[in-house]
């Protein structure tokens, strides 16, 4: 596995690189939000309650009975709510990007372990491509669709990480083809 040191580090920087560019110089993300319908009037009315950050549900379902006549009724009079409440103020992004760049890592670290058990050294271009990239693109992707499946974000949002994560797929591959031990 030391071998693959330079492809996981390269291959991170790169989908990092690429990752900026798509979210940052790209307008690809800038509609995967909306505005909520009077954002002021929201804000003012959950304001006192100072909801400290976290995921939420409204309306929850205690006690697991999700049939109950009380759970439906809630359901059917709205609104219906999953959220995730962040702290407060600006914040700074660099734990963000150093969180991030440390997932990448991880991803290319297990990418390169799969190959390594699957692709021999030595193994043509293509071979290590198109081993690198399927698998890259489970991590970077697969885990995207459960979020519209059962938390019901909008497809067109999970369709663009999707592709966001078929790029990061093709940059991991080529980096790994390129680098692969001879």
Request: proline share 7%; hydrophobic share 50%.
């Given at each position: ?5 330079l ?57 697991g ?13 709205g ?5 995730t ?16 760049f ?18 021999p ?21 697969g ?20 592709i ?19």
């Open positions: 596995m030391l071998s693959f040191w492809p996981i580090l390269l291959s991170a920087v790169f989908v990092f690189v690429l990752s900026g560019i798509l979210h940052m110089a790209l307008p690809w993300h800038k509609n995967d939000f909306k505005k909520m319908p009077d954002e002021d009037g929201i804000r003012g009315a959950l304001k006192p309650f100072d909801v400290p950050p976290g995921d939420y549900m409204m309306p929850m379902c205690e006690g009975n999700y049939n109950s006549p009380e759970y439906k009724a809630k359901l059917e009079a609104p219906n709510w999953m959220v409440a962040l702290p407060k103020g600006c914040g700074s992004m660099g734990l963000t990007f150093v969180q991030w440390t997932y990448l890592v991880v991803i290319s670290f297990f990418v390169a372990y799969v190959a390594h058990v699957a692709v050294a030595g193994a043509h271009y293509l071979g290590v491509f198109r081993m690198v990239g399927a698998v890259a693109f489970l991590a970077y992707a885990a995207e669709w459960p979020h519209s499946i059962w938390f019901r974000r909008k497809w067109s949002s999970t369709l663009k990480c999707t966001d994560g078929l790029l990061y797929a093709l940059v991991t591959a080529g980096t790994f083809a390129w680098l692969w031990p001879r």
